[in-house]
């Protein structure tokens, strides 16, 4: 079945470490964006990728990072560095293009402690 | 900045009635309006999308009504159901360039029996 894989489901970290969040997508799919959600605020772009080995920062990309070695992976590290990590991580990915659907993973709930 | 203003925030529905979502953009450079449906716990889904050279578009009992010049569309549930009940998003795109979408902040729809 192809779709996009977000692990782990929930994550608890406590303050001042690092943790990374996963993403694969097997819809061959160029673009990769990574997105928070939090109550009353919508979703907001942390950073996106167009292409392997490149990507850019969205509207929210303080405190955290990316790589793109693999156009099927994508993977979020939240850093010491972001204030307030707790949230719903949103991962998705679409065609390279115009009106292009995006398709969304089912998300990590970050939780720092 | 919100480019993408939406409500109401939350919606409650009786069944079988007409639920109406509102968003109002302010770039105009914006030509794809697509709609996501969220079940709690889950990612988004692309429910339906518009462009700006129609005015409407209909989708089973889904449908968006769009006003070019007053820069604002809407989403309507007629009929509306109990499985109808989730958070839903307007968004807005750009097709030049980077095909980054700005989201609007949600509406919990609730439909009650």
């Known amino acids: 079945d192809g779709g996009i894989t977000q692990s782990p489901k929930y994550l608890f970290r406590k303050e001042g470490q690092n943790v990374t969040l996963s993403c694969e997508q097997n819809?061959?799919?160029?673009?990769m964006y990574w997105y928070r959600q939090d109550p009353g605020q919508g979703l907001r772009l942390i950073y996106y990728?167009?292409?392997?080995?490149?990507?850019q920062k969205g509207d929210i990309a303080e405190g955290y990072s990316v790589s793109r070695e693999k156009k099927e992976s994508f993977p979020l590290t939240v850093t010491s560095a972001q204030k307030n990590p707790t949230a719903f991580y949103l991962c998705a990915s679409s065609i390279s293009g115009v009106y292009n659907e995006q398709f969304f993973g089912p998300g990590t709930r970050l939780t720092v402690l | 900045q919100q480019q993408v203003k939406q409500s109401p925030q939350s919606l409650i529905v009786q069944k079988g009635g007409i639920s109406i979502i509102n968003c109002a953009y302010e770039n105009t450079a914006f030509d794809y309006f697509p709609w996501y449906q969220q079940f709690p716990g889950k990612g988004p889904a692309l429910l339906i999308a518009?462009?700006?050279?129609?005015s409407e578009k209909k989708e089973g009992r889904f449908t968006i009504s769009f006003n070019k010049s007053a820069k604002q569309f809407s989403l309507h549930i007629m009929d509306s159901q109990p499985g109808d009940s989730a958070t839903y998003f307007c968004a807005a795109s750009n097709s030049g360039g980077y095909q980054k979408v700005t989201f609007g902040i949600g509406t919990k729809l609730q439909v009650i029996p």
């Open positions: 819809l061959n799919h160029d673009a």
């Open positions: 990728s167009q292409i392997v080995n490149d990507f």
């Open positions: 518009i462009r700006p050279d129609v």
